[in-house]
């Protein structure tokens, strides 16, 4: 049997690309910042990327012989991944709320966008940013407004003393500071 009449579903059910569920009866929050750059990857997807690998795989398949044609075979997978992020940034950028944290700028309470300096119980300074699931990158400190820990800040304020629950202990973290963008 022909290819061409097989359903492929290797990966087509797995559109998550690794990001984090959005729970349940609540919006994607994001960040301006955060937003633009997915609608610039949603655009360029559509109007450079995948024109580009069209246009390869029509002239591979005008080469004849599809079945050992490397720059078909690859090209048709290149489509499917890119087709596949296009669905995954449109299901995302559908239901993003963008939140600007620039409202809260001088607000000493945490909320979503906000950069927190708090200390640990043992004496460790840590700064995060709150941002969205689809921002987030632990390892420059932003960290996602769905994890524990930003759970556990939020509507706190400079000064106070909040628990977190951790699967070896309960820490206690104090805030120190709570900065918004200008």
């Given at each position: 049997?022909?290819?061409?009449?097989?359903?492929?579903?290797?990966?087509d059910?797995?559109?998550?690309?690794?990001?984090?569920?959005?729970?349940?009866?609540?919006?994607?929050?994001?960040?301006?910042?955060?937003?633009?750059?997915?609608?610039?990857?949603?655009?360029?997807?559509?109007?450079?990327?995948?024109p580009?690998?069209?246009?390869?795989?029509?002239?591979?398949a005008?080469?004849?012989?599809?079945?050992?044609?490397?720059?078909?075979?690859?090209?048709?997978?290149?489509l499917?991944?890119?087709?596949?992020r296009?669905?995954?940034?449109?299901?995302?950028?559908?239901?993003?709320?963008?939140?600007?944290?620039?409202?809260?700028?001088?607000?000493?309470?945490?909320?979503?966008?906000?950069?927190?300096?708090?200390?640990?119980q043992?004496?460790?300074?840590i700064?995060?940013?709150?941002?969205?699931?689809?921002?987030?990158?632990?390892?420059?400190?932003?960290?996602?407004?769905?994890?524990p820990?930003?759970?556990a800040?939020?509507?706190?304020?400079?000064?106070?003393?909040?628990?977190?629950k951790?699967?070896?202990?309960?820490?206690?973290?104090?805030?120190?500071?709570?900065?918004?963008?200008?």
């Amino acid at each position: 049997m022909s290819k061409a009449f097989v359903k492929e579903t290797e990966q087509d059910e797995d559109d998550d690309f690794g990001a984090p569920a959005i729970p349940a009866g609540s919006k994607n929050y994001m960040t301006p910042q955060g937003h633009q750059r997915m609608k610039d990857e949603f655009l360029r997807l559509i109007d450079v990327d995948r024109p580009e690998v069209v246009k390869i795989v029509s002239w591979a398949a005008s080469n004849g012989d599809r079945s050992e044609n490397g720059d078909y075979i690859y090209g048709k997978r290149r489509l499917r991944e890119i087709d596949r992020r296009i669905r995954f940034l449109s299901k995302r950028l559908d239901v993003a709320e963008v939140v600007d944290p620039r409202v809260h700028h001088g607000s000493d309470q945490v909320f979503f966008g906000a950069t927190v300096v708090y200390e640990n119980q043992d004496g460790v300074e840590i700064t995060v940013t709150i941002v969205g699931i689809d921002e987030f990158d632990p390892l420059n400190g932003r960290i996602s407004w769905i994890s524990p820990v930003a759970r556990a800040l939020t509507k706190s304020r400079t000064g106070d003393t909040v628990m977190l629950k951790t699967p070896a202990r309960v820490e206690e973290l104090t805030i120190l500071d709570v900065n918004y963008p200008a």
